[in-house]
T-cell receptor, first 111, second 112 residues
Framework: KQEVTQIPAALSVPEGENLVLNCSFT??????LQWFRQDPGKGLTSLLL?????REQTSGRLNASLDKSSGRSTLYIAASQPGDSATYLC??????????FGTGTRLKVLA | ETGVTQSPTHLIKTRGQQVTLRCSSQ?????VSWYQQALGQGPQFIFQ???????GRGNFPPRFSGLQFPNYSSELNVNALELDDSALYLC???????????FGPGTRLLVL
């Protein structure tokens, strides 16, 4: 059974700091992995999607890496801003019809 | 804005009642998934519909059921509500040939 774990559960950093969020999964047979952002009480916004054959994806200040063999992914946020404060969720897809989510990392960027 | 809308935004029900939640998919998306997100947890997959047929289901009992309509809008129905059904219910739509899912803002259900 696939399980997704995210560490740390919460993180508070000063503005401008570079930071790394971690995601691990127990079954390396994944189709793809997505990182999402969720603001309080809101839906999810897809940030980056990495196919199982890819090693990383970049969008602006965000970079996500995938090491399928070790069951790990990281989300790197450069030069953090208060607007980056949110919960970040990692999700893996074992096939084409569902995602298995971690419990998220709550990020607070202090001005 | 993702183009996926959900209604209602909030709902309060009592145990044993039935509830219907609605989702309007992003234009051109023929696949819709529903997720349940309890407080402090990640979303849990309930089921997915493609062209009005259920084609994948998570570990949820039969009292959770769904419909998808020809215009690709969909419903989630929950019968015999239990206290543990209190959660944020999210729908997500996508084009079946593409990977990215677009989530709606969710419906927050409270069961008393």
């Amino acid at each position: 059974k696939q399980e997704v774990t995210q560490i740390p559960a919460a993180l508070s950093v000063p503005e401008g700091e570079n930071l790394v969020l971690n995601c691990s999964f127990t079954d390396s047979a994944i189709y793809n992995l997505q990182w999402f952002r969720q603001d309080p009480g809101k839906g999810l916004t897809s940030l980056l999607l990495i196919q199982s054959s890819q090693r990383e994806q970049t969008s602006g200040r965000l970079n996500a890496s995938l090491d399928k063999s070790s069951g790990r992914s990281t989300l790197y946020i450069a030069a953090s801003q208060p607007g980056d404060s949110a919960t970040y969720l990692c999700a893996v897809s074992p096939g084409t019809y569902k995602y298995i989510f971690g419990t998220g990392t709550r990020l607070k960027v202090l001005a | 804005e993702t183009g996926v809308t959900q209604s209602p935004t909030h709902l309060i029900k009592t145990r044993g009642q039935q509830v219907t939640l609605r989702c309007s998919s992003q234009s051109g998306h023929n696949t819709v998934s529903w997720y349940q997100q309890a407080l402090g947890q990640g979303p849990q997959f309930i089921f997915q519909y493609y062209r009005e047929e259920e084609n994948g289901r998570g570990n949820f009992p039969p009292r959770f059921s769904g419909l998808q309509f020809p215009n690709y809008s969909s419903e989630l129905n929950v019968n015999a509500l239990e206290l543990d059904d209190s959660a944020l219910y999210l729908c997500a739509s996508r084009d079946r040939d593409k990977e990215t899912q677009y989530f709606g803002p969710g419906t927050r259900l409270l069961v008393l």
